[in-house]
């Protein structure tokens, strides 16, 4: 890309503007994308892990943890997040150590009243007349399985309570009522898990790069957004963020969120058939407003965008998320067409393949600012030539 000299014609320093000999090459049209030397490709891979928001949709965030942390909330919802083997792992590990535990007091209990001794035995209890606190159990292993019947089973075999031992029901009791809160929890994760739209949201896809070019005489950041599966998507909204902007090394970078005004550009949100083009307008309101073609070679710059909507199905919100750094932002290109009409099958033809796909198109190099300004002006100056011509 050629050097350009960079002015600016916004309103707070226009001063000089009527002093500059050659306007024309100012606004010359031109292309812009990132250089793809090895030392570019050895500071992407360097620079890619300062983004906020990976490209998967992941948050390169770690938080603090306080001394105020709620365990049991962050282990369920810990459960819900994570894979399927550890969920399961974790559901064996946590049922075998509560029938474990009230075996073990089952076991305390029977061994205190003296179930265990020779003479005490279920083969010699018609004999001593002996009343056990459970009938029919002959150790550890009778009690782990009697504690097996009572957390899953409403009747028993021939392992049964006796009305000898109180502790041995109020035992009983305590483990009927925490094995239903905990059964609860468990159906409560698997259902979360199953009806979490996570692995919806990885059918979302976005563009890996997002264009700015000219729409109407106005920048317009682009980006493209596309579902894969037939199911449909109700009520979509993309959103825009921008987490970080600074076109100086040498100041501090700026981390709040500002939001970036986001409308669809081929359908309604209520209509989603095929990928979609969101397009964010740089006006006077946008922070990209006097960000030129040579400040996003040096800029840092972060943009998240959210897509979201419901599931026609099931009703559940969906959200997917990505983001745009600057060595993902080509300025003068355009997205091609990815829907195309197949007359051999008779149908609409949509080729995810192009969804990344760009095109070099003629665009301004400078600011929306800049480029504002000379429109602006050019157009007093046309206007000051009419007025003459019909004077004359």
């Not at 050629?2 to 320093?13: A, L």
């Not at 089973?153 to 483990?175: D, F, H, K, N, W």
């Not at 745009?324 to 290109?333: A, R, S």
């Amino acid at each position: 890309m050629k050097k350009v000299k960079k002015q600016c014609f916004c309103s707070e320093c226009s001063n000089d503007l009527k002093d500059c000999a050659d306007l024309n090459s100012l606004v010359q049209p031109g292309v812009y994308h990132p250089k793809s030397s090895k030392m570019m490709r050895s500071k992407n891979i360097r620079r890619k892990y300062l983004r906020a928001v990976f490209k998967s949709g992941e948050f390169n965030i770690y938080r603090t943890i306080t001394k105020n942390l709620k365990v049991f909330s962050n282990y369920f919802f810990l459960l819900v997040e994570t894979r399927w083997r550890w969920t399961l792992l974790n559901f064996f590990i946590a049922f075998t150590c509560i029938w474990l535990f009230f075996a073990a007091i089952y076991w305390i209990i029977s061994y205190n009243h003296g179930d265990f001794s020779d003479n005490h035995l279920p083969p010699n209890q018609n004999t001593s007349s002996f009343i056990p606190c459970i009938n029919n159990v002959y150790g550890f292993t009778s009690t782990f399985l009697f504690s097996i019947e009572v957390h899953t089973t409403v009747a028993y075999g021939r392992r049964s309570i006796t009305l000898e031992c109180p502790e041995t029901i109020i035992a009983m009791c305590l483990q009927c009522i925490l094995s239903s809160i905990f059964q609860a929890i468990m159906v409560g994760i698997l259902f979360a898990k199953l009806t979490r739209p996570r692995g919806r949201a990885q059918t979302i896809l976005f563009s890996k790069h997002a264009v700015i070019n000219t729409r109407n005489d106005k920048f317009c950041l682009i980006f493209r957004v596309g579902d894969m599966r037939k199911s449909r998507i109700l009520n979509i909204k993309p959103k825009a963020y921008i987490i970080r902007l600074n076109a100086d090394d040498n100041e501090v970078e700026n981390l709040e969120q500002t939001e970036l005004n986001v409308e669809t550009d081929e359908c309604e949100s209520t209509f989603f058939l095929w990928p979609v083009t969101a397009v964010h307008i740089i006006d006077e309101k946008s922070p990209l407003y006097k960000l030129s073609a040579a400040d996003l070679l040096c800029c840092k710059l972060e943009i998240v965008v959210v897509f979201e909507g419901i599931i026609e199905s099931t009703g559940q919100p969906v959200q997917a998320r990505s983001s745009f750094t600057e060595y993902d932002i080509l300025w003068g290109h355009r997205f091609v067409s990815m829907v195309s009409f197949n007359f051999d099958k008779n149908t609409y033809d949509v080729d995810f393949s192009k969804l990344s796909e760009v095109q070099q198109v003629d665009s301004p190099l400078c600011s929306p600012c800049e480029y504002d300004g000379l429109v602006s002006m050019f157009g007093d100056a046309a206007t000051l030539s009419d007025s003459d011509t019909v004077d004359s």
